[in-house]
DNA sequence: CCCTTTTCACCTAGGTGGTAAGAT
DNA sequence: ATCTTACCACCTAGGTGAAAAGGG
């Protein structure tokens, strides 16, 4: 009913234990979460959106090459765990008719991050993550009812685990990042060579 | 009950007959519409759309460095005339907490524009056009009721209106053009001096 | 010592009017 | 002759990891 866009690469990070960046102004995930949906009713609402909630109760901490626990996690940390996505809510029809990307959900270590009107999630460093996506139907006054779980669906990928960092720690990792991330092209080694070796 | 963002700016323009490129990809507007509401129900949803209609039933051309009319206008011509706002439908709260701006919208004169699934108006070169901005209360279908005048508003502000062309024909629009929007800044005159004299 | 923040060069992505060529 | 199209240099806007600086 729900498939994870992109399953892949998402494989490829996992395998490697993926870090995500979380910066104070917020850093967008990469890969970034996208799905297809079928199986709503075509005419009835819905609002879908991503929560990150942590993965187990751990600290963790990047030593000797490996992730290792390090201590409990603050499971009391405070701050905004959820990303509403931008065309919530609407129909059926509408988020069956083509994938429902979460490019530009944003992650930041910042608390106060939600005083300006940008949604963003907001997490702690060294700690595991699971993303969950929610579907939730819309009653006719636009108000949820999340104790009703007949009206709420939740699915979950283990494959789109990640650990929020402030720096990467695996290299492995930051060199996927620069393998698939359009934007950090600049720093893929053969980007200089593709173009000089052109110029005989 | 509903404000025009910008004012000043789109007088500015209007005191010179405001032209508006299209282009077959689509062309955003310069100054874009933006609106502030109030009056809403709060809890009510609404979609919010702009509409392109004729301003008046003539062909024009630029001759002699005016505006003059040059036969009817082609009133039977197709293609898509409205631009509903990305965030339809939502709340009344949603719609007066903040600007709504519709700086994204574009205008073509591409008639098989709307396949792809970016909606843009599809307008005919030097016929003068008057947008419209449209709230309409959704049913809890979601369906609108275009004929229950009641669950429509429209509004017209009258120094929005522009001519559709492919190139600019008055040079005061150009530099207006040039003077106030930020993508244009590489062509206005000073740009260079800017630097050159803080260079000593 | 370990983690976070700031700044940076370098990139993606795409919005400008000018210009010259194309179309009618 | 007039209008349209395609391409261009130049800009805005903002997403990358690296590296150095900052903090506890």
Same mark, same amino acid.
Not at 111 to 136: E, F, T
Not at 158 to 182: G, R, S
């Given at each position: 009913?729900?498939?994870?866009?992109?399953?892949?690469?998402?494989?490829?990070?996992?395998?490697?234990?993926?870090?995500?960046?979380?910066?104070?102004?917020?850093?967008?995930?990469?890969?970034?979460?996208?799905?297809?949906?079928?199986?709503?009713?075509?005419?009835?609402?819905?609002?879908?959106?991503?929560?990150?909630?942590?993965?187990?109760?751990?600290?963790?901490?990047?030593?000797?090459?490996?992730?290792?626990?390090?201590?409990?996690?603050?499971?009391?940390?405070?701050?905004?765990?959820?990303?509403?996505?931008?065309?919530?809510?609407?129909?059926? &029809?509408?988020?069956?008719? *083509?994938?429902?990307?979460?490019?530009? =959900? %944003?992650?930041?270590? !910042?608390?106060? $991050?939600?005083?300006?009107?940008?949604?963003?999630?907001?997490?702690?460093?060294?700690?595991?993550?699971?993303?969950?996506?929610?579907?939730?139907?819309?009653?006719?006054?636009?108000?949820?009812?999340?104790?009703?779980?007949?009206?709420?669906?939740?699915?979950?990928?283990?494959?789109?685990?990640?650990? &929020?960092?402030?720096?990467? *720690?695996?290299?492995?990792?930051?060199? =996927? %990042?620069?393998?698939? !991330?359009?934007? $950090?092209?600049?720093?893929?080694?053969?980007?200089?060579?593709?173009?000089?070796?052109?110029?005989?």
């Amino acid at each position: 009913q729900v498939m994870l866009n992109n399953y892949p690469l998402w494989a490829k990070f996992h395998k490697h234990q993926t870090e995500m960046i979380i910066t104070k102004q917020g850093r967008r995930m990469f890969p970034f979460l996208s799905f297809n949906i079928t199986g709503l009713n075509p005419t009835t609402h819905y609002n879908v959106f991503v929560e990150v909630v942590l993965a187990d109760p751990n600290h963790w901490r990047f030593q000797g090459g490996k992730w290792v626990t390090c201590g409990k996690a603050d499971n009391n940390m405070q701050g905004n765990k959820v990303y509403i996505h931008p065309e919530s809510p609407n129909t059926g &029809a509408h988020w069956m008719r *083509q994938e429902i990307s979460f490019g530009k =959900l %944003k992650l930041t270590n !910042n608390k106060g $991050a939600n005083n300006n009107n940008a949604q963003m999630i907001v997490l702690q460093s060294l700690h595991k993550y699971q993303p969950r996506l929610h579907i939730v139907e819309v009653t006719e006054d636009g108000v949820e009812d999340l104790n009703d779980s007949s009206k709420t669906q939740t699915f979950i990928f283990p494959e789109t685990q990640f650990i &929020a960092v402030t720096a990467y *720690q695996n290299t492995d990792i930051t060199q =996927l %990042k620069i393998d698939h !991330n359009p934007f $950090a092209k600049g720093f893929r080694d053969n980007y200089d060579s593709m173009y000089t070796a052109s110029e005989n």
